[in-house]
Nanobody
Framework: QVQLVESGGGLVQTGGSLRLSCAAS????????MGWFRQGPGKERTFVAG????????RYADSVKGRFTVSRDNAKNTVSLQMNSLESGDTAVYYC???????????????????WGQGTQVTVSS
């Protein structure tokens, strides 16, 4: 089993920044590809960013490229999402997720991720 706990959400004005963190426990963290997803009101859960097991490869949704940065600290079993230049469209509940696929690929489909945190709300006000 894997437990994931997100933190760092909140209310921020347009153009502001937030940093989300996700603390993992249980199964070996270094074996997991980590992803961040978000779900806005009345919308499906969509991929935001992902990072490989070692942290040397990242992947982003087009909507956040250049604004968001994903990173991980394997010594501390944490993954973070730095969000800059926030827009109203970024308002959503943000989830971190862990995928233990054998290839170590960063997948953008929520169904591939077996473990999820409880989510943290990010609200961007204009």
């Amino acid at each position: 089993q894997v437990q994931l706990v997100e933190s760092g959400g909140g209310l921020v004005q347009t153009g502001g920044s937030l940093r989300l963190s996700c603390a993992a426990s249980g199964r070996a963290f270094t074996s997991a590809v980590m992803g961040w997803f978000r779900q806005g009101p009345g919308k499906e859960r969509t991929f935001v960013a992902g990072i490989s097991r070692s942290g040397d490869t990242t992947r982003y949704a087009d909507s956040v490229k250049g604004r968001f940065t994903v990173s991980r600290d394997n010594a501390k079993n944490t993954v973070s999402l730095q969000m800059n230049s926030l827009e109203s469209g970024d308002t959503a509940v943000y989830y971190c997720a862990a995928d233990y696929n054998a290839l170590g690929a960063i997948l953008a489909t929520a169904g591939h991720y077996a473990y999820w945190g409880q989510g943290t709300q990010v609200t961007v006000s204009s």
